[in-house]
């Protein structure tokens, strides 16, 4: 497995967020988190990522225990994070957005990916010297991801990837995380939108309350009808 955490337990003073999450994330897979407002998303991915420390448990990745590392290192052991809200700076143009990912590898030119992602995102290198602020939310999701992969990372890490964007963009966004995942990353996205995510991951974890309570195959998922009406309010 690439990444394994086991154990997990997150709070914020007295509050328990998270009450002992395992997951599970091998190489090349697309892994999802489900779960409504205040499930503990947010908190398990910043956990995963270094910000914040756990309680109790244990994170392994890559054959390292990264369970007390801070987020710096696991950037350079192959983890980056999107993270909710994109974190793209404004007034820093598209390319200078771009450089800043590719800092913790050396900068643009020794990382070598830029090609890569103006290929992936054609968008980019057309509004290379614009501010990233005057790109629209889909644009800026795309700069965000660009930019993690700049860092060349072995898992990449997003937090609501759809959040506020148009079904088109979304889709569009979805079929790229299928095109990285063929190139052998792993993807580990936390999501509210639970269609699109059921069609484009391998694995799901359905986070309720801090608690774990479902993990399977979208499919598995689809077939708890209850869950799914409950917890992800769909029909
Ligand atoms: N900085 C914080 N201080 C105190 N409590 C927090 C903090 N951040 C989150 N929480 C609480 O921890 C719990 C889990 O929050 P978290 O943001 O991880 O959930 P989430 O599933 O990502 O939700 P959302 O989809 O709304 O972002 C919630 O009860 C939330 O109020």
């Not at 999802?32 to 205040?38: D, E, F, Q, Y």
């Not at 909710?84 to 404004?90: I, K, M, N, Q, T």
């Amino acid at each position: 497995m690439l990444l394994q955490a086991e154990g997990l337990r997150v709070g914020y003073g007295e509050m328990m967020a998270l009450h002992g999450i395992s997951l599970q994330a091998g190489a090349g897979e697309i892994v999802a988190v489900l779960g409504a407002n205040g499930a503990g998303k947010t908190t398990l991915l910043r956990t995963l990522s270094g910000l914040l420390s756990a309680r109790a448990g244990r994170i392994s990745f890559d054959g390292h225990d990264v369970s007390r590392r801070p987020a710096h290192q696991l950037v350079r052991l192959g983890i980056s994070h999107v993270p909710e809200g994109r974190g793209v700076l404004a007034e820093l143009t598209v390319i200078e957005n771009l450089q800043l990912g590719a800092y913790a590898r050396g900068g643009v030119r020794k990382s070598g990916g830029l090609d890569r992602v103006f290929e992936l995102f054609p968008v980019l290198a057309e509004r290379r010297d614009q501010p990233a602020g005057m790109l629209s939310g889909g644009e800026q999701q795309m700069l965000a991801i660009g930019r993690s992969l700049l860092a060349r990372p072995k898992l990449l890490m997003i937090d609501e990837l759809s959040l506020g964007l148009a079904p088109r963009i979304v889709h569009q966004l979805m079929d790229l995380m299928h095109t990285i995942k063929t190139e052998g990353l792993s993807v580990l996205l936390v999501e509210q939108n639970v269609h699109q995510t059921l069609k484009v991951a391998d694995r799901v974890y359905l986070l309720v309350n801090g608690h774990i309570a479902f993990q399977g195959t979208p499919d598995a998922l689809r077939a708890e009808g209850d869950l799914m009406r409950t917890y992800l309010g769909t029909d």
